[in-house]
């Protein structure tokens, strides 16, 4: 017993130690770390730089610039996500800030700037350079724009970050019940971003079992412990005081009912006194007769004195159509988007551009523009919308009606139709060539659900009472040949239907289309040929969709394709 009695004391002696080395490694393993994050270092931040946070989110690839004791923001934050209204001309080398009467144009690294209206222009101060450059790129005083823009903004130091929002929509939040870290990571041992108090509320981005992810006040996207919060709560952010600027835009007490009138050259104005005996009920005239002459700014015009007067004294206003066309070398025009870059990627072009056609329009007592520009690429749709506000404030002084075409938005959802819809006075959808040109596979040019996906789409983000829905007057008719080659060419209502007649085809109605049909086999080539035809009753379901969203009105393209008199009489009974 006496031997035994050593050894036994001996190995409680050893389980006692491991017991103590393994609970001290146990607990070291779950205690948590007070290791404050070296915040600048993980932002790669060099001594005058500023992180910075944007509605919630830490954006680590873009960093603040203190300059001379003021912050400022990259221009690419400033312009792509703060306020689109502000623009980079980067061929010129200006900032612009377009409201709805003047154009502020800022040289980087001077701290006067030009405010151009469309009587003239003044220079302005603001006690500061609005834009500086800083490591060969260019920056935008963080007061300047949340004097133009609705946000919450403030700056924090040690570590320097600034911390902005934009966006006012619900969102969950939590209060602290007790005080906590919040912690760069989730996971106790993860280093801390700053200590918490209780009571302290933070915005709750995303909850997991044990840990949440969180955005305190001051700007830290971080995790806070399941164990510290309360119950979360639902409100919704009130938005910072700020004057918005008002855009004025003239609307029409009638239901607006717009002829596109295709004029090709000075002398086929004359043509005019077969459009007004035909088209009935129309009470605007769109010919179109502006172009570009080159890519230098020079506007092309074919207008005519005559032919405004002579439309304004039977009550139908004039909307001049401006298009991106070209002059090709065979004399020919076309459509061109790299073309149409080169002139509205520089402010200088567009504003020689604004000044040619605003003096056409005012020298031919021309009532508004209609803006047709196509094929605009997605790389320069900052530019074109940037022109369509720079066109804005000449056609507001002037008291010219602006209008802007547009094709569906599922074919240009890059144009920034809610733009439009506060600048311009009506947006038209071109609610057709659903099935375009070059297609490998035979379709309709507008069938009911196309139209009405249009429509809708385009409602979601431009009010009701500045749309207009064109509507073709034209029909596709599809050839495919026995080894499957499929072309295609666009014709007129009636002779659309005169090649099913010729054939003793008749036409069936396809009711989930709104369209009829008709189809047949050439014996002269073997060719199969299909034809969803454009005719009254297409028309006038289109009609019907037009009332039933209660549009600003109807365009159609175009004058001179339409069947007879019976498709104007069914336009004018829907508008009524």
Same mark, same amino acid.
Request: glycine share 6%; net charge negative.
């Given at each position: 017993?006496?031997?035994?009695?050593?050894?036994?004391?001996?190995?409680?002696?050893?389980?006692?130690?491991?017991?103590?080395?393994?609970?001290?490694?146990?607990?070291?393993?779950?205690?948590?770390?007070?290791?404050?994050?070296?915040?600048?270092?993980?932002?790669?931040?060099?001594?005058?730089?500023?992180?910075?946070?944007?509605?919630? @989110?830490?954006?680590?690839?873009?960093?603040?610039?203190?300059?001379?004791?003021?912050?400022?923001?990259?221009?690419?934050?400033?312009?792509?996500?703060?306020?689109?209204?502000?623009?980079?001309?980067?061929?010129?080398?200006?900032?612009?800030?377009?409201?709805?009467? @003047?154009?502020?144009?800022?040289? /980087?690294?001077?701290?006067?700037?030009?405010?151009?209206?469309?009587?003239?222009?003044?220079?302005?101060? #603001?006690?500061?350079?609005?834009?500086?450059?800083?490591?060969?790129?260019?920056?935008?005083?963080?007061?300047?724009?949340?004097?133009?823009?609705?946000?919450?903004?403030?700056?924090?130091?040690? /570590?320097?970050?600034?911390?902005?929002? *934009?966006?006012?929509?619900?969102?969950?939040?939590? *209060?602290?019940?007790?005080?906590?870290?919040?912690?760069?990571?989730?996971?106790?041992?993860?280093?801390?971003?700053?200590?918490?108090?209780?009571?302290?509320?933070?915005?709750?981005? #995303?909850?997991?079992?044990?840990?949440?992810?969180?955005?305190?006040?001051?700007?830290?996207?971080?995790?806070?412990?399941?164990?510290?919060?309360?119950?979360?709560? &639902?409100?919704?952010?009130?938005? /910072?005081?700020?004057?918005?600027?008002?855009?004025?835009? =003239?609307?029409?007490?009638?239901? &607006? $009912?717009?002829?596109?009138?295709?004029?090709?050259?000075?002398?086929?104005?004359?043509?005019?006194?077969?459009?007004?005996?035909?088209?009935?009920?129309?009470?605007?005239?769109?010919?179109?007769?502006?172009?570009?002459?080159?890519?230098?700014?020079?506007?092309?015009?074919?207008?005519?004195?005559?032919?405004?007067?002579?439309?304004?004294?039977?009550?139908?206003?004039?909307?001049?159509?401006?298009? $991106?066309?070209?002059?090709?070398?065979?004399?020919?025009?076309?459509?061109?988007?790299?073309?149409?870059?080169?002139?509205?990627?520089?402010?200088?072009?567009? @504003?020689?551009?604004?000044?040619?056609?605003?003096?056409?329009?005012?020298?031919?007592? =021309?009532?508004?523009?209609?803006?047709?520009?196509?094929? &605009?690429?997605?790389?320069?749709?900052?530019?074109?919308?940037?022109?369509?506000?720079?066109?804005? =404030?000449?056609?507001?002084?002037?008291?010219?009606?602006?209008?802007?075409?547009?094709?569906? /938005?599922?074919?240009?959802?890059?144009?920034?139709?809610?733009?439009? !819809?506060?600048?311009?006075?009506?947006?038209? &959808?071109?609610?057709?060539?659903?099935?375009?040109?070059?297609?490998?596979?035979?379709?309709?040019?507008?069938?009911?659900?196309?139209?009405?996906?249009?429509?809708?789409?385009?409602?979601?983000?431009?009010?009701?009472?500045?749309?207009?829905?064109?509507?073709?007057?034209?029909?596709?008719?599809?050839?495919?040949?026995?080894?499957?080659?499929?072309?295609?060419?666009?014709?007129?209502?009636?002779?659309?239907? !005169?090649?099913?007649?010729?054939?003793?085809?008749?036409?069936?109605?396809?009711?989930?289309?709104?369209?009829?049909?008709?189809?047949?086999?050439?014996?002269?080539?073997?060719?199969?040929?299909?034809?969803?035809?454009?005719?009254?009753?297409?028309?006038?379901?289109?009609?019907?969709?037009?009332?039933?969203?209660?549009?600003?009105?109807?365009?159609?393209?175009?004058? !001179?394709?339409?069947?007879?008199?019976?498709?104007?009489? *069914?336009?004018?009974?829907?508008?009524?």
């Amino acid at each position: 017993m006496k031997k035994v009695l050593p050894i036994v004391i001996v190995m409680l002696l050893i389980i006692g130690v491991g017991g103590g080395v393994a609970w001290s490694l146990l607990a070291g393993r779950y205690k948590p770390t007070e290791e404050v994050l070296d915040y600048a270092s993980e932002m790669g931040l060099a001594e005058n730089e500023y992180a910075v946070t944007l509605n919630h @989110e830490v954006l680590k690839e873009d960093k603040a610039a203190a300059i001379d004791g003021r912050v400022y923001l990259s221009m690419a934050l400033v312009t792509e996500s703060i306020n689109t209204r502000f623009y980079w001309d980067d061929n010129e080398k200006l900032f612009l800030f377009t409201t709805p009467t @003047e154009v502020m144009k800022v040289t /980087p690294d001077q701290q006067s700037y030009t405010v151009k209206t469309w009587d003239g222009s003044s220079d302005a101060d #603001e006690g500061y350079m609005i834009v500086r450059t800083y490591n060969g790129s260019y920056y935008v005083a963080a007061e300047f724009v949340k004097a133009h823009t609705q946000m919450d903004y403030a700056e924090y130091t040690e /570590p320097n970050r600034v911390v902005m929002n *934009t966006k006012w929509e619900e969102q969950q939040t939590v *209060t602290l019940k007790k005080d906590t870290a919040v912690r760069y990571k989730g996971g106790v041992k993860s280093e801390v971003l700053r200590q918490a108090n209780k009571e302290e509320k933070m915005v709750l981005l #995303e909850a997991y079992d044990d840990w949440s992810n969180v955005v305190t006040e001051d700007g830290f996207v971080g995790w806070v412990s399941n164990k510290a919060l309360q119950e979360t709560q &639902i409100e919704t952010p009130e938005a /910072p005081a700020f004057e918005a600027p008002e855009y004025t835009s =003239i609307h029409k007490d009638y239901k &607006i $009912n717009l002829g596109w009138h295709q004029v090709m050259s000075t002398a086929a104005n004359s043509s005019l006194s077969s459009v007004l005996s035909s088209a009935s009920g129309i009470n605007t005239l769109s010919p179109t007769w502006f172009s570009f002459a080159d890519t230098e700014g020079s506007v092309t015009s074919i207008a005519s004195k005559d032919y405004v007067d002579t439309c304004h004294a039977k009550d139908i206003e004039v909307w001049a159509l401006f298009s $991106n066309e070209f002059p090709s070398d065979d004399g020919t025009r076309y459509f061109d988007s790299e073309k149409t870059d080169q002139v509205l990627a520089y402010t200088s072009k567009r @504003e020689k551009v604004i000044s040619e056609v605003i003096s056409y329009v005012t020298k031919y007592g =021309i009532d508004g523009i209609n803006i047709d520009f196509e094929l &605009i690429s997605q790389e320069g749709a900052d530019d074109y919308i940037e022109f369509i506000r720079e066109l804005s =404030i000449a056609c507001r002084a002037n008291n010219i009606i602006l209008s802007v075409d547009n094709y569906v /938005p599922e074919y240009t959802y890059y144009y920034n139709r809610r733009e439009q !819809g506060i600048v311009a006075d009506y947006v038209v &959808i071109m609610g057709y060539d659903e099935t375009p040109a070059g297609s490998d596979t035979p379709g309709p040019v507008a069938s009911l659900n196309f139209v009405r996906k249009g429509i809708t789409d385009t409602l979601n983000v431009v009010d009701k009472s500045k749309v207009i829905n064109g509507i073709p007057f034209y029909t596709r008719v599809w050839c495919t040949t026995a080894d499957g080659n499929v072309s295609s060419f666009a014709c007129g209502m009636a002779e659309a239907l !005169g090649y099913l007649t010729d054939h003793n085809v008749i036409p069936q109605f396809v009711e989930d289309m709104g369209l009829n049909y008709g189809s047949y086999t050439s014996e002269k080539d073997g060719n199969f040929y299909e034809i969803w035809l454009q005719d009254a009753t297409a028309v006038e379901e289109e009609m019907k969709m037009i009332k039933e969203f209660d549009l600003a009105g109807v365009a159609e393209w175009k004058i !001179g394709f339409e069947s007879g008199s019976e498709i104007w009489d *069914t336009i004018q009974s829907y508008l009524q």
